[in-house]
């Protein structure tokens, strides 16, 4: 049998053949997908393998045609970015086909510095990226393609902009708000970049320049919703719900289908305490389309918070999930999952979301903070005698709390110093719902960190302190009973509890603190302290660290005796457990007769005898030189931390 091949049959093949080499290399490139592997070489023979950034968290793959002039002027563009901003860890890798003595001079003539890889292979096919030029194909963390476009000019120009979105989605706004001035600078009427410029500047906490850049954009043509979404925000940062929810309902009518105006709604109404309307308006905004990309994972988080923080859990893990699935960079929704999964007591689940939030930002300290306490309870769970003590603490401490029973030392001694111990019994979280779970959690086990280390504070474990509040079912209604914080206080043997609250803002968050004296009922001190947006946490909590110290150091001075002499130094019944540090200077003090007053017996002060310094500090004692004395020093001579109080 024969096969006729006559010439219109011929050409169909080679048409089918095309089609089907076309299916091959030049597959659909969809944001979500894993980026195609592949090996290059740059013009210096230096090998460059995609699985090396596979945790960067932005790459930039530009593929482009050295001759072609639109592909210059993105090249530049990128080049101009990184070299500006050298201090980023945006990552650029551009690919080409052309000539290699060309790519060289080129590279010479205008100094990029970011790797030209030369493709003698297929990786260009396998992006799409032979009859579109240029191709650019931006890729997150684990090597997932975000965004993909094709073409120069305007396209190029709408790249930009996304890497831009994507730079605010990371809060890297000062590479943001550079990118949005570039394309602004080209294209003045490009709304798009305009926003990210205005939205950086919210997140910056810069008002001012937020409102100017919204005010502005309010009178662009394409700009109007864009600005009022903007300003509804601004009001709202301003304490002017009024004013920005009539932002709102205008958006609401220019642009039914805005989603990110019922977030701003929704936040409003919950801060007012109006919560089922603030759920309303939640489940509006996840069913609407339209938002910016930076705002779009919000709206799930926002409904998952609420779910979370009525015990629906199932509920809030999957609109984390939607969260996190839109926006790979949004850790707080991962965070906040993680956060779900430790009130329903799956700690290694939740150890696995806080460490896919550091997989993104290594340095984030909520994520930090929340992994190690994960940590720390699965390790408390793997060792079963430590458990079976834990366990045990925590029933005896649950039964002196009923009974109301506090075990003293007989013969107690009144004046030796014991370890300061301190409680964060309970704080209250207040006002609006913050976008990030877990802002009590971070800022007592940071405060407590701080002060454990310190060496004159001793905060009661926080686990413990769950656990017994677990075993006798306290919750936050009886732990705002001062009472009941008091008596907590007392069974854990802490001379303080730290007790108060959080209050969410929309521009801030207030926490305001009492240390509480659990034997006297005193307020030693109450202190109030603004984080500003951005959180500064770590320099804030710094320096309320500083302030405990203080008011603990001059408020409960340190105070023993002398036990015996040692050599030319004496031993002294306090060491490092009770906060004692080399150096530390005391007083002997010698009680003094009291003085009778037309009846009345006058307490004199007692005398200070002699000055000693500490030179070697144990556990429970510690060795001290003599500075002056006024007689010789002998047993039972009282000693009271010397206090040298310095302007602020």
């Known amino acids: 049998m024969k096969i006729i091949i006559n010439r219109y049959n011929f050409l169909l093949i080679a048409i089918m053949g095309i089609m089907l080499v076309s299916n091959v290399c030049y597959a659909q490139i969809t944001s979500g997908q894993g980026a195609p592997a592949f090996s290059l070489q740059d013009i210096n023979g230096k090998g460059f393998d995609l699985t090396g950034v596979k945790q960067q968290p932005l790459t930039i793959l530009y593929?482009?045609?050295?001759?072609?002039?639109?592909?210059?002027?993105?090249?530049?563009?990128?080049?101009?970015?990184?070299?500006?901003?050298?201090?980023?860890?945006?990552?650029?890798?551009?690919?080409?086909?052309?000539?290699?003595?060309?790519?060289?001079?080129?590279?010479?003539?205008?100094?990029?510095?970011?790797?030209?890889l030369l493709d003698n292979s297929t990786v260009s096919s396998l992006y799409n990226a032979r009859m579109v030029l240029p191709t650019i194909c931006s890729i997150g963390p684990g090597l997932k393609i975000l965004d993909y476009f094709q073409g120069g000019g305007k396209t190029t120009e709408s790249m930009l902009v996304r890497v831009a979105e994507r730079e605010l989605q990371r809060k890297q706004t000062t590479l943001a708000k550079a990118i949005s001035d570039e394309v602004i600078k080209k294209n003045p009427q490009n709304v798009k970049a305009k926003a990210v410029k205005g939205y950086a500047a919210l997140k910056d906490g810069n008002l001012k320049d937020a409102e100017k850049t919204f005010t502005e954009l309010q009178k662009e043509k394409d700009g109007k919703t864009l600005g009022k979404e903007g300003m509804a925000v601004v009001y709202t940062r301003k304490n002017q719900p009024e004013k920005a929810l009539q932002m709102v309902k205008e958006v609401e009518q220019e642009a039914p289908d805005r989603s990110y105006v019922h977030v701003i709604k929704g936040d409003i109404l919950y801060s007012q305490n109006k919560k089922k309307e603030a759920e309303a308006a939640y489940k509006t905004a996840?069913?609407?389309?339209?938002?910016?990309?930076y705002h779009e994972a919000v709206k799930?988080?926002?409904?998952?918070?609420?779910?979370?923080?009525?015990?629906?859990?199932?509920?809030?893990?999957?609109?984390y999930d939607q969260a996190i699935a839109i926006d790979p960079y949004y850790i707080e929704g991962t965070t906040n999952k993680g956060l779900a999964y430790e009130k329903e007591g799956k700690w290694d689940k939740a150890l696995e979301s806080y460490r896919q939030a550091l997989d993104v930002e290594k340095n984030d300290s909520f994520a930090l903070?929340?992994?190690?306490?994960?940590?720390?309870?699965?390790d408390l769970q793997k060792d079963i005698e430590r458990k079976k003590r834990t366990d045990q603490l925590v029933k005896d401490l649950a039964e002196r709390y009923r009974t109301q029973k506090r075990t003293m030392p007989e013969n107690e001694d009144t004046w030796t110093s014991r370890p300061m111990v301190l409680s964060f019994v309970d704080i209250q979280e207040k006002g609006g719902l913050a976008e990030r779970d877990g802002f009590a959690t971070v800022l007592m086990t940071q405060l407590a960190d701080y002060l454990n280390g310190s060496g004159r504070v001793k905060v009661v474990d926080r686990v413990l302190?769950?656990?017994?509040?677990?075993?006798?079912?306290?919750?936050?209604?009886?732990?705002?009973?001062p009472e009941t914080a008091l008596k907590l206080g007392k069974i854990l043997a802490a001379k303080l509890i730290g007790t108060g609250s959080i209050f969410y803002m929309p521009h801030s968050t207030l926490l305001s603190l009492r240390l509480i004296d659990t034997e006297t009922s005193a307020i030693p001190q109450v202190t109030t302290k603004q984080f500003e947006e951005p959180v500064s946490v770590e320099k804030e909590l710094l320096q309320l660290n500083r302030e405990i110290l203080k008011t603990v150091i001059l408020k409960y001075p340190l105070r023993g005796y002398i036990v015996k002499s040692s050599g030319e130094d004496f031993i002294v019944n306090l060491g490092s457990n009770q906060g004692v540090v080399q150096g530390t200077k005391f007083e002997v003090i010698e009680e003094q007769e009291p003085v009778k007053y037309k009846g009345k017996t006058l307490k004199a002060s007692p005398k200070a005898i002699a000055e000693i310094e500490v030179v070697t500090v144990e556990p429970d004692m510690c060795y001290v030189h003599v500075v002056k004395q006024d007689r010789p020093l002998k047993s039972d001579d009282k000693v009271q931390e010397r206090i040298i109080e310095t302007a602020q």
């Open 63 to 116: 593929f482009f045609d050295i001759e072609s002039r639109p592909s210059q002027e993105g090249l530049l563009s990128l080049h101009s970015l990184v070299k500006k901003y050298k201090g980023t860890d945006l990552v650029v890798w551009a690919i080409t086909t052309s000539n290699k003595e060309k790519v060289t001079n080129f590279v010479k003539s205008t100094g990029i510095s970011f790797p030209i």
């Open 286 to 293: 996840v069913k609407k389309k339209d938002a910016e990309p």
């Open 300 to 319: 799930y988080n926002q409904l998952g918070r609420l779910y979370a923080s009525s015990g629906e859990y199932k509920k809030a893990h999957e609109l």
């Open 369 to 378: 903070v929340l992994a190690k306490k994960a940590q720390e309870m699965l």
């Open 465 to 481: 302190i769950e656990r017994l509040l677990e075993e006798l079912n306290l919750g936050t209604s009886e732990l705002a009973d």
